[in-house]
């Protein structure tokens, strides 16, 4: 089963990791970071091992986002990301696991302080 892991975050300013730029994350001890970026990094290298990782990418600062919008006829182009927005998207990885439970222990690790994790199944026809 396909998945992608959305991650959402708003570092000011942005970077990636984003932890390292997160309030919430930077406020942690240090240990507790190093454990956090230990247990992601573990994940990561028992995706890669097993093949369940598909690939994945952080993604540039939504300030150079563009919105493309279909209005009067027309497609027109507007400077991103929302506005209304406080989380953005920072990065996505996509995996093939065995089943929604292997998604979900996958995708704790990924979940981290001021960051809202999204999982989501990929649609197959």
Not at 36 to 57: D, H
Request: aromatic share 8%.
């Amino acid at each position: 089963m396909k998945y992608v892991i959305l991650i959402h975050s708003n570092p000011q300013p942005w970077g990636h990791p984003t932890g390292d730029f997160i309030p919430e994350v930077k406020s942690l001890p240090q240990a507790t970071q190093d454990e956090l970026m230990g247990a992601w990094e573990a994940v990561m290298e028992e995706l890669s091992a097993n093949g369940e990782l598909l690939g994945g990418q952080a993604l540039a600062d939504p300030v150079s986002a563009k919105l493309y919008r279909w209005d009067a006829g027309e497609p027109v182009v507007t400077d991103g990301p929302y506005s209304e927005a406080k989380e953005h998207l920072a990065g996505f990885f996509l995996i093939d696991v065995e089943s929604q439970e292997r998604a979900e222990e996958v995708v704790r690790s990924f979940a981290g302080p001021g960051e809202t994790v999204e999982l989501r199944p990929v649609a197959t026809y």
